[in-house]
């Protein structure tokens, strides 16, 4: 255990939130993941977040702030499963002339799980637009029409994407 010096203002605080609401977490997440290891894992990095958060003592309602970072990491362990499904798909229809080796395969995830996390402070809608761009080749008025906004919206949309993608590219 640490000593004391080195503990959080909010340790006693972050304690009592962990023991109460933990199990309560755990039961929402389980009831909406329907596996308990994946439950287990969200509630973990849930609660790693919480402990980052500045001024926790602020917080007037621990639980809605629980849920939402909950929420957000739900989202993404589903948006990362699909990302390895269609790539999974993809190999199947490809044949095994053209699958790539283990470690090709795990390079290619590696580097699709960074593009996901690259995108993933934009709105549905501006990741979808450079998905369809970069990944099934549509034109900016093909990708207008499917997402119902206008074609230099999805220009806004690939430019917001590909500066996020710069940026995060260039960063230490």
């Known amino acids: 255990m640490l000593p004391p010096s080195t ?8 304690a009592r939130i962990y023991t109460e609401d933990r199990p309560w977490l ?8 329907r596996n308990l290891e994946d439950a287990e894992d ?5 609660f790693v977040q919480l402990i980052q958060t500045p001024r926790l003592a602020a917080v007037r309602e621990p639980r809605a702030l629980i849920i939402t970072i909950a929420k957000r990491l739900v989202w993404k362990l589903w948006r990362r499963r699909e990302l390895e499904a269609a790539w999974l798909e993809s190999l199947f229809h490809q044949g ?3 699958a790539p080796s283990p470690q090709e395969q795990l390079a290619i995830l590696q580097t699709l799980q960074q593009v996901d996390q690259m995108l993933d402070g934009l709105s549905a809608k501006a990741r979808a637009a450079f998905l369809y761009s970069q990944l099934d080749g549509l ?3 093909e990708i ?3 997402l119902g906004v206008s074609v230099s919206m999805v220009r806004q949309y690939i430019a917001q994407a590909l500066q996020r993608c710069y940026a995060l590219a ?3």
């Open 42 to 46: 969200v509630a973990g990095d849930t």
């Open 139 to 141: 034109t900016h008025k």
């Open 170 to 172: 260039d960063a230490p």
């Open 96 to 98: 095994e002339q053209f």
């Open 7 to 14: 503990l959080s203002p909010d340790y006693p605080l972050l």
């Open 144 to 146: 207008a029409a499917a």
């Open 26 to 33: 755990l039961g929402r997440l389980y009831t909406r993941l």
